[in-house]
């Protein structure tokens, strides 16, 4: 997944600042970015799926960080300019990097062994994660909602992974991890983000995937790891393999894709409220299984779509129940 669900709070703020300026909202607008931000998203899942059979995964994060490069280089020549990437919060915009990176690499490593709809509906349970987290974290009150929604999802990836039924796949808790990773990566950021122009975090956050792939590279082309069987390490293991002109192209339209979606989100959140555009998002369910059912022949059974229907629903549940309270507040 590209960015995720975002925060109930503070979204607004975090991608709204980006374009700068007044605006109006928007909501068809809005509706319009977010479909095509969650579409470039997941056909970016599903190409690094269809090269993680030939591939590392550091590889294709490697050519990705290259091809998302330009579009970044131009958003921030055009928006805050290259000085402000020496902002005096930048151990902790790394930090934030390296703990989203980490779910990155959770994510694809995921979905290189299960159905990819499967790796975004467990996913999907990032929401949930940061709801728990923002007691611990922020400090701030969990509602009673809020922990229903969490037990209900918790209770739907357990449907989904069936532990102890005979059909459990490791790397569903690769997926499980990349939805914690990226919910502290998310809550971490939020200070950040009012602080923070998103094109730097961007920028940085590139730099640091790039990086940790580039090291990831080293590794695993200087010890052999031959040893490793499991296709989600296969993937993240595997040697270097020079691609051919049609795989490079691919691989760097993938880190077009992920650019392009990311400008969208902004979009998206700049001219819609965070929680009328934030159920959106799980129109990756959709896009999951139609790439799943069309290019690589999963076909999801009864259990996964339950498990996905009680996640999904609970997500939306959550949102629509936070929306209400806000505004009986506000009243």
Not at 28 to 41: D, K, P, Q, R, T
Not at 161 to 186: D, K, M
């Amino acid at each position: 997944m590209a960015l995720g669900l975002p925060l109930p709070a503070g979204a607004p703020t975090f991608y709204g600042s980006l374009m700068g300026g007044a605006h109006r909202d928007n909501r068809l607008l809005a509706i319009l970015c977010i479909l095509g931000a969650v579409g470039f998203s997941s056909t970016q899942d599903a190409i690094t799926k269809s090269l993680s059979g030939q591939f590392a995964a550091y590889e294709t994060v490697i050519f990705r960080c290259l091809g998302s490069l330009p579009v970044l280089i131009v958003l921030l020549a055009r928006t805050v300019g290259f000085r402000s990437l020496a902002t005096p919060l930048l151990a902790r915009v790394l930090l934030r990097s390296l703990i989203l990176c980490g779910g990155y690499f959770s994510f694809v490593l995921a979905i290189a062994a299960m159905p990819i709809a499967n790796g975004v509906a467990i996913y999907f349970t990032m929401p949930f994660f940061v709801a728990g987290l923002a007691g611990p974290m922020l400090g701030e009150h969990v509602r009673l909602h809020r922990w229903l929604a969490i037990v209900a999802a918790f209770l739907g990836v357990l449907v989904i992974v069936r532990p102890g039924a005979g059909v459990f796949e490791p790397a569903a808790l690769f997926a499980l991890l990349s939805a914690f990773l990226y919910a502290v990566g998310q809550m971490y950021g939020r200070p950040l983000a009012q602080q923070i122009s998103p094109t730097i975090i961007a920028m940085w956050q590139n730099t640091v995937y790039f990086s940790v792939a580039l090291l990831l590279a080293i590794l695993f082309n200087s010890f052999d790891f031959g040893f490793l069987t499991h296709k989600s390490l296969v993937f993240l293991s595997r040697p270097w393999v020079s691609p051919g002109f049609a795989d490079l192209l691919v691989m760097l339209t993938n880190g077009l894709l992920a650019a392009v979606g990311m400008v969208l989100f902004i979009f998206a959140y700049k001219y819609g409220e965070t929680n009328f555009v934030a159920p959106l998002e799980y129109s990756a369910m959709i896009w999951a299984m139609s790439y799943g059912f069309l290019v690589f022949g999963d076909r999801p059974d009864r259990y996964m779509l339950a498990g996905a229907a009680v996640v999904v629903a609970a997500g939306i549940l959550m949102v629509w129940r936070d929306r209400q309270l806000d505004r009986a507040i506000a009243a």
